[in-house]
């Protein structure tokens, strides 16, 4: 009767074990909710799974482990999707011309040349620019 007045399975009803025999007296439900009131019946918490181990795994995965061939699932352009490496790549570059031209190794004509380069995916990185650099000044 306690389960259904308070909505739960039988499994998690608890009855004080001082009580036990007040409450074995009571015959109605009105009786029931008397006790409940009371605290003499009451429910157990629910049992819920523990985020415990998932918790140490994002952490450790944070850090960088657990990211090894066997533990992924998606090719790389899944896992970062093209425009994500492209935006990253981009940024990096203009950023190195951008710091040329600050410092003065190049002039304005020279930035806008390399700009519209970076812009047509000639270089691959920051080094790769000042590699490319080098090379046009030599010749």
């Known amino acids: 009767m306690a389960s259904e007045l308070l909505r739960t399975g039988t499994s998690r009803i608890k009855i004080d074990p001082k009580d036990v025999e007040e409450v074995?007296?009571?015959?109605?439900?009105?009786d029931v909710r008397d006790q409940i009131k009371r605290g003499n019946i009451s429910v157990k918490a629910e049992?819920?799974?523990?985020?415990?181990?998932?918790?140490r795994k994002a952490e450790q995965k944070k850090k960088g482990r657990g990211k090894g061939h066997a533990h992924r699932s998606g090719s790389s352009k899944a896992r970062e999707p093209k425009k994500r490496a492209w935006i990253r790549k981009i940024r990096a570059i203009r950023n190195e011309i951008r710091k040329l031209k600050e410092d003065g190794k190049i002039d304005k004509k020279v930035y806008r040349k390399l700009y519209l380069q970076a812009k047509g995916n000639l270089f691959h990185s920051?080094?790769?620019?000042?590699?490319h650099l080098d090379k046009v000044k030599v010749s």
């Open 47 to 55: 049992k819920g799974v523990s985020r415990g181990r998932a918790k």
């Open 24 to 30: 074995s007296k009571s015959i109605t439900r009105e």
């Open 126 to 131: 920051r080094r790769h620019v000042r590699e």
